[in-house]
């Protein structure tokens, strides 16, 4: 049996004259608890420290200019997953390669897994992660550029120091109402699930399945200036088969990927 108590407060603003959709938790706490079967060790527990979202709604959101997170406090955490989308290769749009991730307290990211939605460019989720991060109170997130951009953060105890499990990936350069993130099974008991969405335009109604918790998620910005995006998350108490698929409004390509990561 999972348990947990999320609350968070989103709210929005305008930051250095591009106004932005901001997800602001001021208290938020996920015990995510698997019950023992038959006694043996303490149960793996997985505790959600902070989170935070930041969606590009300025127009245009086609510049280099770089999008920064509002501030959250990640103390305590040894796993930060960050769900980031943009525009991967649009032709005239000023958002050309390198395409680099960061944080205010300097760690070094790794990738789980990158998928586009149309095979070579236009959309692009990259799911990152760092284990045993530098972290603290005022910590923020930053992409390059714009480039429709959106970046997700969910910040966690609970990880083994090489945390990545199984990972997988699926995408539809046709439009869809639908996208499986790729089905992959755990290899251990405990593994925390996280699955992140990139869809190519305004939808509404966004859902996953496959009893994932819906962290944040957002239809695209107003005006259409950046992609639908998304980011969930589940502890399994016993490794199992796991393929959620995300679910919308208004036919849209998009893709969706999945990794898992063990705890301690």
């Given at each position: 049996m999972i348990k947990w108590a999320l609350a968070a407060l989103s709210t929005a603003c305008v930051l250095t004259g591009a106004a932005y959709l901001i997800?602001?938790?001021?208290?938020?706490?996920?015990n995510l608890v698997q019950a023992p079967v038959g006694g043996g060790p303490p149960p793996p527990t997985w505790t959600l420290k902070a989170n935070t979202f930041l969606l590009c709604a300025d127009n245009p959101c086609n510049t280099n200019t770089s999008i920064t997170t509002p501030p959250i406090d990640t103390m305590g955490s040894d796993l930060i997953v960050a769900d980031v989308t943009?525009?991967?290769?649009?032709?005239?749009?000023?958002?050309?390669?390198p395409n680099v991730f960061g944080d205010s307290k300097g760690n070094t990211w790794s990738t789980a897994k990158t998928v586009q939605n149309n095979?070579?460019?236009?959309?692009?989720?990259n799911l990152l992660y760092?284990?045993?991060p530098t972290v603290g109170s005022g910590h923020t997130f930053n992409f390059n550029k714009e480039c429709f951009s959106s970046i997700y953060v969910l910040a966690f105890s609970g990880s083994v120091t090489s945390p990545l499990d199984v990972t997988?990936?699926?995408?539809?350069?046709?439009?869809?109402t639908s996208q499986a993130s790729g089905s992959i099974l755990p290899t251990q008991n405990g593994d925390l699930i996280i699955?992140?969405?990139m869809g190519s335009g305004l939808v509404s109604g966004i859902?996953?399945?496959?009893?994932i918790i819906q962290a944040n998620a957002a239809g695209g910005g107003t005006p259409n200036e950046n992609y639908t995006t998304g980011l969930g998350y589940f502890a399994q108490s016993t490794a199992a088969t796991i393929n959620p698929t995300w679910s919308w409004t208004t036919a849209r390509s998009a893709a969706a990927a999945v990794a898992s990561f063990k705890s301690h």
């Open positions: 997800g602001m938790p001021t208290a938020v706490r996920a943009f525009f991967a290769n649009p032709p005239g749009a000023g958002c050309s390669t095979g070579t460019s236009d959309g692009q989720l760092v284990q045993a997988n990936s699926g995408s539809n350069a046709s439009t869809e699955t992140g969405l859902s996953v399945d496959s009893s």
